[in-house]
């Protein structure tokens, strides 16, 4: 198993930006399908992006479509999320995910073998 870190979290106004990055050790990062997730208080975990092992094909939550960019930089064992126009409905705790596999019930069912500990984003209004 791949393990998973987070950073790039933190308090933003309204229409800020901010990069999330998620670093990869103990595996082929290059090998694996990532995705990020978030959760906030009182909520279930939900579906934010996903990228396939070769970057080649992403998927969005429809909530971040045209706002949020995922990739990923095998070189680096990072993946990062470009979060723009962030609004306050945004805020959650956001986690990073790993897999050799990813399908759609993967991806919708939060179903990925690895996972980081979270970073926080808060996006005051």
């Known amino acids: 198993q791949v393990q998973l870190v987070e950073s790039g979290g933190g308090l933003v106004q309204a229409g800020g930006s901010l990069r999330l990055s998620c670093t990869a050790s103990?595996?082929?990062?290059?090998?694996?399908?990532m995705a990020w997730y978030r959760q906030a208080p009182g909520k279930e975990r939900d579906f934010v992006a996903a990228i396939t092992w070769s970057g080649g094909s992403k998927y969005y939550a429809d909530s971040v479509k045209g706002r949020f960019t995922i990739s990923k930089d095998n070189a680096k064992n990072t993946m990062y999320l470009q979060m723009n126009n962030l609004k306050a409905e945004d805020t959650a705790v956001y986690y990073c995910?790993?897999?050799?596999?990813?399908?759609?019930?993967?991806?919708?069912?939060?179903?990925?073998?690895?996972w980081g500990q979270g970073t926080q984003v808060t996006v005051s209004s």
């Open positions: 103990g595996g082929t990062f290059s090998s694996y399908a």
């Open positions: 995910a790993a897999d050799k596999e990813m399908t759609k019930a993967t991806m919708y069912g939060a179903n990925f073998g690895s």
